[in-house]
């Protein structure tokens, strides 16, 4: 059973940084690509980035590139999404998603195979 678990989350100030994880199990990871997507109340659900399975490529939506940096540690079947620079308007529900194994990064949800449940971020003064 693939289980995907995300941590890290929580209420920050505007300007803070927060760094999220996912921890997986049941899959190969090292054969999937990753990746993140947050969801904020009444909104649809929006690409935040993705790592490849093969890395170092990484894509990220460009309302977040230069602040946040995903990254992957294979050896603790983990996946990051390290946020800087937060701001209100990134408060949200993040969720990590896998899908392969060996497929290309995609930012489109329904590509993606497995979910975690989510942690919710509040950016918030």
């Known amino acids: 059973q693939v289980q995907l678990v995300e941590s890290g989350g929580g209420l920050v100030q505007p300007g803070g940084s927060l760094r999220l994880s996912c921890a997986a199990s049941?899959?190969?990871?090292?054969?999937?690509?990753l990746g993140w997507f947050r969801q904020a109340p009444g909104k649809e659900r929006k690409f935040v980035g993705a790592i490849k399975w093969s890395g170092p490529t990484i894509y990220h939506a460009a309302s977040v590139k230069g602040r946040f940096t995903i990254s992957r540690d294979n050896a603790k079947n983990t996946v990051y999404l390290q946020m800087n620079s937060l701001a209100p308007e990134d408060t949200a529900v993040y969720s990590c998603a896998a899908r392969g194994p060996s497929l290309e990064l995609s930012g489109a949800a329904s590509e993606y195979e497995y979910w975690g449940q989510g942690t919710q971020v509040t950016v918030s003064s």
């Open positions: 049941g899959l190969a990871f090292s054969t999937y690509t």
